[in-house]
């Protein structure tokens, strides 16, 4: 995923990404991605998105199923990266 934006981190499902783009679930190999935190060890919200689109592997066109809880006590992110079969 050139540059690991936040824009190429999506709500919607595998499913309704690989839809849309005209493609099939088996083009990909999926890899889960979960970033989680507990106080006190917690960062500021910007510190933990950014760590987030760290764990995004490179060769990942883009994050499916992105789910963020976070309360006053933790965060945890998690989502699914599409990586292109070769």
């Given at each position: 995923?050139?540059?690991?934006?936040?824009?190429?981190?999506?709500?919607?499902?595998?499913?309704?990404?690989?839809?849309?783009?005209?493609?099939?679930?088996?083009?990909?190999?999926?890899?889960?991605?979960?970033?989680?935190?507990?106080?006190?060890?917690?960062?500021?919200?910007?510190?933990?998105?950014?760590?987030?689109?760290?764990?995004?592997p490179?060769?990942?066109?883009?994050?499916?199923?992105?789910?963020?809880?976070?309360?006053?006590?933790?965060?945890?992110?998690?989502?699914?990266?599409?990586?292109?079969?070769?």
């Open positions: 995923m050139e540059g690991n934006k936040l824009e190429n981190v999506l709500t919607i499902s595998a499913t309704e990404y690989v839809a849309m783009c005209g493609k099939q679930l088996g083009d990909y190999l999926p890899k889960g991605i979960q970033v989680c935190y507990f106080a006190p060890y917690q960062p500021k919200r910007e510190g933990i998105e950014k760590h987030f689109l760290t764990a995004i490179t060769d990942a066109e883009v994050v499916v199923g992105y789910k963020a809880e976070i309360s006053d006590h933790s965060y945890y992110l998690t989502g699914t990266a599409l990586i292109p079969k070769k």
